[in-house]
């Protein structure tokens, strides 16, 4: 624990390193904060800009912006200027982490572990207060402790006294949980490896509680694919393989052994794939929204509607196909990938791909098993939720996909002392 808060770097530097570290920290709580950081962020990067502090501009660092640059032609052509313009500013972060890596000297590589293990741990340290927070009130109304497994304790129920929607927060924790396998696989130390044995078992705890069906089905490509592909050779890859496959089948197997989590994993993902209504189901399924979309981008396939459009096109549209539940709640797409094809056409979703694709390439070229994961998570997540028209979602994806490739094109450029907390293969 003492090496995340204590660097030996110059002064520049380390102001650097603890804006990321509280940036971080503050990621899973109100995006006050964490816009906050950001603001400090951009004036240290300006006066490191002012003064001797060289840019080091990589080409790489700036794929991201290509889908605010996206955003901003969508503008020209919007109906809807107003929200255009929001969604710019909204989405300003996939400009300015680059921006802002571009100026700091820092090796982000040097770093990276221990900026991400600070990530995993406020994240843990986060779970372990909404169990208590629930069986507080568990307690309190004198119900059950098996109570905790129903729908009044999973999901967005789970996450709400933190007001953080449980689909992010999922996101968060299972990139965390690819951190602290990766610390538990490559720790020599015993007492070491119990404590990232129980960070992770915390983890996963709290991924099975928030029950985002996106997340835990990338959580498991994760450990059944990437950790044998990055971390592991020869007959380790082959015994954990086995492994994972076995822990899988028994997870999955024991979520359908229980009443509400079958509920939230099974039946209500087999009632969104659905086109056809659910009998005395006031919600909408997600297959059937996205059936009456298809529609409306069949006639602007190319550019789509503009930016900012979304909401005010889908509600007409929602009304239109008696989608009523929807309409009141001014549901959006629900898919990045939809999205995109609605606002931007195939131009939208081109860019998109090609930004995923970019960034899964170099991660496979560095052998980046953190980026490669967190590519997995975006990639996934991306079917079920608007990643991009959301601040958490933005900022996670914004500064992450940054934070690595700024990782992989800095090792070695900063001379400042420090040792590299990189568990040995």
Not at 156 to 183: G, K, Q, R
Request: charge should be positive; proline fraction near 3%.
């Amino acid at each position: 624990m003492k090496e995340i808060f204590s660097v030996r770097l110059t002064l520049a530097n380390k102001i650097s390193y603890y804006h990321l570290l509280v940036f971080l920290i503050a990621l899973p709580f109100d995006r006050f904060y964490s816009e906050l950081v950001l603001i400090s962020f951009l004036i240290h990067a300006a006066i490191q800009l002012a003064g001797p502090a060289r840019i080091r501009i990589h080409a790489a660092l700036f794929i991201p912006t290509l889908l605010y640059v996206l955003t901003v032609m969508g503008t020209v052509y919007s109906s809807d200027k107003s929200q255009a313009f929001k969604d710019c500013e909204k989405q300003l972060g996939l400009l300015l982490f680059p921006l802002i890596f571009c100026v700091i000297p820092l090796d982000f590589e040097k770093y990276k572990i221990r900026l991400l293990k600070a990530f995993g741990l406020t994240c843990a340290l986060l779970i372990l207060y909404l169990f208590y927070d629930a069986l507080q009130v568990i307690q309190f109304n004198k119900l059950p402790f098996s109570t905790i497994l129903t729908h009044a304790f999973t999901n967005h129920n789970f996450s709400s006294p933190v007001e953080l929607h449980a689909t992010y927060f999922s996101m968060y924790i299972s990139l965390s949980l690819a951190v602290f396998l990766y610390l538990l696989i490559f720790s020599k130390k015993r007492n070491e490896r119990i404590f990232y044995i129980i960070v992770c078992l915390i983890l996963f705890s709290g991924l099975l509680q928030l029950a985002s069906r996106s997340v835990f089905l990338a959580t498991l490509l994760i450990f059944n694919l990437s950790i044998p592909f990055f971390l592991l050779k020869g007959k380790k890859r082959k015994k954990f393989t086995f492994f994972s496959v076995c822990f899988s089948l028994i997870v999955i197997g024991l979520l359908t052994a229980s009443g509400s989590l079958r509920s939230r994993y099974l039946t209500t993902l087999k009632q969104d794939l659905t086109i056809a209504g659910v009998p005395q189901n006031l919600s909408e399924s997600r297959m059937r929204r996205w059936h009456y979309m298809g529609e409306l981008i069949l006639q602007r396939p190319v550019l789509g509607y503009g930016s900012g459009t979304e909401v005010n096109l889908l509600k007409d549209n929602y009304f239109e196909h008696g989608l009523y539940n929807s309409f009141l709640h001014e549901l959006n797409a629900d898919n990045e990938y939809i999205s995109l094809l609605l606002k931007n056409g195939i131009l939208g979703l081109f860019v998109y791909v090609t930004v995923l694709f970019l960034g899964f390439r170099y991660a496979v070229r560095s052998k980046d098993f953190f980026f490669f994961s967190f590519l997995l998570i975006i990639s996934v997540v991306s079917i079920s939720e608007n990643i991009l028209d959301v601040n958490k979602g933005i900022f996670f994806f914004s500064f992450f996909f940054s934070f690595f490739m700024k990782a992989i094109t800095s090792h070695g450029e900063s001379t400042d002392p420090g040792a590299q907390i990189r568990p040995a293969s």
